[in-house]
């Protein structure tokens, strides 16, 4: 035994344990090679992180006492150096441990099975796949070629600046095809934000690369699909991989380009455990490993969009080139926006007669309408007309939402459910009745508001609802999105699922219900939210110029609004993303918030509010004369949005800086001392802690 080998292995988010384990073994093993170690009384799956000879350096102190490793998965290539830095960078940049972020990295099938196991895997799996010869697509429209073009030529990172249907797909396609063609080895990455909008990019890249080319990656999957498919991209079977945000992490060994589709998705950001950033993360990779990245969104986030500015300006930017496609395919224009003022409506209107009177011109010439909402239940509240009462969840600081279908109240927080009350539990008052308006009370209404209203053979309306609730069962989602598609509804209803990247042929017109919650909300990125769930939701509309110009329609999306003079409309109503983005990012510098600064938040659940804000003001007085902490603001604890959840109450502590560096230096001094305090009296009454840097929501 006379090798000492650093493991990576996932040991507890917060234990003390350091980044990775020391083990002896009696051969060399090499860096990024998969072994099982005993930890503890287990056997648990590691990465090797490097090896040496025992007693070369130091040792003196620690005669070879190491546990030995146990067996090598050897059949599997080692992962590359690429991805360990990445893995590595992941970990330093998120405040985790290297184990979490390495495990959590790989699919989870693989800590289950054997060597031999594997070895028979890998021995079915296929050979490396060409691509289908001669992949090729439609003639590219001008500004197409024009921006393929300066990709080619120019080493990025790119940020394509496209309208929504401005063929943005068609462009990561031909530019993933002119890689393989140069280079049939090559892998190149395509990410997406959500796992219902992969079977439609999947058929068009299968379609295009042949099926044995393209595997996905994503959390929809089962492991040994999961499996599967990290076996043929870590084997370079696989050309394309296809995924959501965990795909960042897939071992891409010939990896040359990375896609990021849609990339101002808040879903790029993990929200559990590692809190990453997989677009961030994907443009830090294509440095890395010297692979082209492609930013593509018709509303940048204001971070990606300011770093495409011209370079010079004394506020930064230039690190990205930015390619624009302002126009929409063939003939069609971006639909018209239609402000309705709801202050000029009866009191209570739910939807205003012009917008009922332009859905229902549209039933009977047979074309879609898509009316969404963001929030889903039949009415977020319940409320007694007598006393105060009202449905607020026993565990959490919110109202349980009332689903009619099958009469519950139901904590959106906690999941908290009970059947609703016949008569007020305060008052014994009979009359208890429903607040404001979810998707299926929207649904339900159409239908009252619609039952006079004919298709054009005469049949009645038909209405279907699309939200978290529709699409619970697997595969629900799938089959009530190809009903749309088939044409066998004309009023869909939804939340932002139905808002987001489908490619709808019929639909001419689009209705935002009620998008007035995200204006003043204390959320600074609110808007920019609102904005870009606006202009996507208009791009459904109209897509298909031939389907429009053959119906005599027009496309329009309609907003109703108490504000209809906010600025955010008036871009809005412009298709004018430069605009808005423009005042945005002038507020944001003027109040010194990102794309300006850089931020992190420190959060703690504790049992009292007391002891979570204990716990944060103490770790801010420890912070006090750390390496980087006299360019770093904090902030004092407050507690969080939602204050309480599920009787755990939260709280959070902002720390802020003009230096990127700065604020990085400082969380990895205090991280220490966290671990630290948490045993302390100021840590009694905290039950978990966590750092989220970048936070998308503060
Ligand atoms: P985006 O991703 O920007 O929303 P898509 O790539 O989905 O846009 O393109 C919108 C529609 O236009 C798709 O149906 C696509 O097949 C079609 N399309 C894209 N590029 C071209 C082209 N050069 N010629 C004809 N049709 C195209
Ligand atoms: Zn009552
Ligand atoms: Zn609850």
Redesign the pocket.
Known sequence: MNWRVEVAVQTPAHSALGDVLSYASPVPVAPGALVRVPLGRREVLGVVWSAQPAGAQDDAAAPMELKPIGAALDALPPLGAGWRDLVAFAARYYQRSLGEIALAALPPQLRDLSAVQLARRLKRQAAPAAAAAAPCGPPLTPEQAHALARFDAESGPFLLFGSTGSGKTEVYLQAVAALLEREPEAQALVMVPEINLTPQLEARFKDRFGSAAVVSLHSGMTNPQRLASWLAAHGRAARIVLGTRMAVFASMPALKLIVVDEEHDPSYKQQEGARYSARDLAVWRGRREGAKVMLGSATPSLESWHQSRPAGGEDGGGRYVRLAMPSRIGTAALPTVRLVDMGLQPPRTVLSGALLDAIGQRVARGEQSMVFLNRRGYAPVLACGDCDWKSE????S?F?VFHKIDRTLR?H????TERVPRACPACGNPDIAPVGRGTERLEEHLGELFAEVKRPDGSPVRIARIDADSTRRQGALESQLAAVHAGEVDVLVGTQMIAKGHDFRRITLVAAANPDGALFSSDFRAPERLFSLLMQSAGRAGRDAAYLSAQGATAEMWIQTHHPQHALFAALRRHDYPTFAQRELEERAAAGMPPYAFQALLRADARTQEAAQGFLNAASAAAEGLEGAQHVTRYSAVPHAIQR??NVERAQLLVESASRAALQRLLAAWQPLLHGLRKQPEGKGVIRWLLDVDPHSI
């Open positions: 969840c026993p565990h959490c919110a349980r904590c927080h906690c999941g908290f959840v599920a």
